[in-house]
């Protein structure tokens, strides 16, 4: 019985940095209920996520890659969450 994986961890923790990038800049945070991370939708913080990435990449990632995995993740995330009931404020 084969049970061959293929799993990328290095992916994976690629962007579980990103996210943590983001959350530390500002760029994101986690719904308090929930759980999900929504993109704040902050110019500025999103700068200050991609100068940190720049500055500090990951081990072996270079900081294009890191800039562009930013990018990637912020695509990924919406700007509410999903479980949240939409509120008019
Ligand atoms: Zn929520």
Redesign the pocket.
């Known amino acids: 019985m084969l049970m061959t994986k293929e799993r990328q961890p290095a992916i994976r923790t690629l962007r579980g940095w990103a996210i943590a990038v983001l959350q530390e800049a500002g760029a994101i945070r986690e719904?308090?209920?929930?759980g999900?991370m929504q993109d704040r939708a902050d110019p500025h913080a999103r700068e200050r996520a991609f100068g940190l990435a720049r500055q500090d990449p990951p081990t072996g990632i270079s900081p294009d890659d890191a800039v562009a995995e930013i990018r990637d993740v912020l695509g990924s995330i919406g700007d509410t969450?999903?479980?949240?009931p939409a509120e008019a404020d």
């Open positions: 719904c308090e209920e929930h999900w969450c999903p479980q949240c």
